[in-house]
């Protein structure tokens, strides 16, 4: 069973200009979530999705949006880039929203660079 | 707000001895806890989840361990190995006021086994 994978790994932008990076969850998962990395804030909650619908979101800015498609893929894109959204993103997945029984699986993240 | 501390930050131990790292968290109204490992530049690999109701799980040489009125969890690795070293990250899912629920996660403690 293939696991969560994100495209691109890499990506390198520049101040201003936005990014749109992608996840596609385990089969049969539905719940997408996605989580900013910095070495100085460490692991921070940024949404979940889940049935193509913003369920949770955490504390960032506007510029930070998403959306999950039918197939439960799903989208983050980050507008006017800031050198401070350089980070690693996570998405990670499970097999419904709002189970405490839910074990979430981790991509391999997109390590975004901005210049 | 749910706060998750991890002590120690960091650590290095020799080839074969048994380790404990410690995980500790604010609020005792959790619904699980779930113990990861990080590999530098990568995702997440989820190690072990307790739900609230249990008090330790185990996997192989990792045993992890729950107590919720205390708002502490800790992961035992038996006979260390230089495999084992990465950064492990523990995180508890907290219920919002939204109703909905979210991973909050520690600072990670970084493990080095010298060979």
Redesign the interface.
């Known amino acids: 069973k293939a696991g969560v994978t994100q495209t691109p790994r890499y990506l390198i932008k520049t101040r201003g200009q936005q990014v749109t990076l992608s996840c596609s969850p385990i089969s049969g998962h539905r719940s997408v979530s996605w989580y900013q990395q910095t070495p100085g804030q460490g692991l921070q909650f940024l949404f979940e999705y889940f049935s193509e619908t913003q369920r949770n979101k955490g504390n960032f800015p506007g510029r930070f949006s998403g959306r999950q498609f039918s197939n439960s893929r799903s989208e983050m894109n980050v507008s006017t880039l800031e050198l401070g959204d350089s980070a690693l993103y996570l998405c990670a997945s499970s097999l419904a929203q709002g189970s405490s029984y839910n074990e979430q699986f981790f991509g391999p993240g997109t390590r975004l660079t901005v210049l | 707000k749910q706060e998750v501390t991890q002590i120690p930050a960091a650590l290095s131990v020799p080839e074969g001895e048994n380790l404990v790292l410690n995980c500790s968290f604010t609020d005792s109204a959790i619904?699980?806890l779930?113990w990861?490992r990080q590999d530098p530049?990568?995702?997440?690999?989820?190690l072990l989840?307790i739900?609230?109701s249990q008090r330790e799980q185990t996997s192989g040489r990792l045993n992890a361990s729950l107590d919720k009125s205390s708002g502490r969890s800790t992961l035992y690795i038996a006979a260390s190995q230089p495999g084992d070293s990465a950064t492990y990250?523990c995180?508890v899912?907290v219920r919002?006021n939204?109703g909905?629920?979210?991973?909050?996660?520690?600072?990670?403690t970084r493990l080095l086994v010298s060979p």
Do not use: D, P
Not at chain 2, 41 to 46: E, H, I, M, P, V
Not at chain 2, 102 to 108: E, I, S
């Open positions: 619904y699980n779930q990861f530049g990568k995702g997440l690999t989820s989840l739900q609230s990250l995180a899912k919002e939204t909905f629920q979210k991973l909050v996660f520690g600072t990670g």
